[in-house]
């Protein structure tokens, strides 16, 4: 059961296939390039990498919706999510001459766009604000743990709003794996570089925002119920 | 058992559930849980959690118009004078 569901994890990453936005470019006079291959995509970056304006264009098509995404998911506003996607985008056009493809390319755009989602959150004064300070294990966070409970098991439906609410209430380290890995489908091995962090690490603490999450849904019914 | 010793017993294996279930192993035949209610129903809640999530928060499209504030941004930060990236917002 566990086996499907929760979803097992290779032990290597492996990248998810490049051209992995296969949708209409907007730049009109973009046309849509077939990165499906590691290969296609190698070009297309050595080209951003040479001045090249029109590959920046295809570059941010083909990634455009995961980044607006995932920032729309993590900051839950729009307007922020588009300044998010926009200096995530700027932040690649400045350093693109960096990546020598040491790792996936997906997996270091993200890692722009986390920083920069966290960079954001700083600046709200929330209290999880670094990679490092997100990742790190907090001894009082965690969930509680199910010993000696009987009535409380979800049902095997969630409300969507419900679980929604619940996301955006988990602290930002616990939301940015949830989400990562959960929603977006990314695995650890992947999720741990893009947060440069250990894969048991990642792993627990996406235990941790799965526990908090029942935790929240399951007091969702007792709530409604004193009302 | 004991309550005691059933504490336990799930407590050792709830600590070990995030490498459990990391690692895919199938679960549904793990000893602790055959014996266990509880843990088999926390591992139900979690997958209904983990299955939810794939219908949360569907792909968003960003704006047509996004690009053409990049692009412009991106025109700035090349006319500025080197070393300064300007504001990028």
């Known amino acids: ?227 | 058992m004991t309550q005691d010793a059933q504490i336990m017993a799930c407590e050792q294996f709830q600590a070990r559930l995030p490498e459990l279930i990391g690692s895919g192993e199938n679960l549904a035949s793990h000893p602790h849980l055959l014996g266990c209610p509880l843990c088999r129903a926390l591992l139900a809640d979690l997958e209904t959690i983990a299955e939810a999530a794939r219908q949360l928060f569907p792909v968003a499209e960003p704006p047509d118009d996004l690009w053409l504030q990049i692009e412009s941004a991106l025109q700035k930060e090349e006319a500025a004078p080197e070393g300064d990236p300007g504001s990028g917002a």
């Not at chain 1, 390039?33 to 083909?62: K, M, N």
Request: glycine share 6%; proline share 6%.
């Open chain 1, 1 to 227: 059961m566990a086996h499907s569901q929760l979803g097992p994890d290779s032990p290597e990453p492996s990248p998810r296939p490049l051209g992995e936005e296969a949708v209409p470019a907007s730049p009109a006079a973009v046309t849509s390039p077939d990165a499906s291959t590691e290969a296609a995509l190698a070009e297309l970056i050595q080209r951003v990498q040479s001045g090249d304006h029109q590959a920046f264009a295809q570059l941010y098509s083909l990634h455009k919706r995961r980044i607006y995404s995932l920032c729309l998911r993590m900051v839950g506003n729009v307007a922020e999510a588009e300044d998010l996607t926009q200096e995530t985008f700027l932040q690649l056009h400045r350093k693109i001459s960096t990546f020598r493809g040491d790792s996936s390319f997906s997996t270091w755009l993200h890692r722009l766009a986390i920083n920069a989602v966290l960079m954001q959150l700083r600046k709200r004064g929330l209290s999880l604000i670094s990679m490092d300070e997100a990742m790190e294990p907090d001894p009082d966070s965690g969930a509680s743990r199910s010993f000696g409970e009987r009535d409380l098991t979800l049902t095997g439906s969630i409300d969507r709003l419900a679980l929604e609410r619940a996301v955006h209430d988990l602290p930002a380290g616990y939301r940015l794996i949830f989400i990562l890995h959960d929603v977006e489908g990314y695995e650890h091995p992947e999720i741990a570089a893009m947060l440069d962090c250990s894969v048991g690490n990642c792993k627990s603490q996406l235990h941790k925002a799965r526990l908090r999450l029942r935790d929240a849904l399951r007091s969702v019914p007792q709530q409604e119920a004193r009302r």
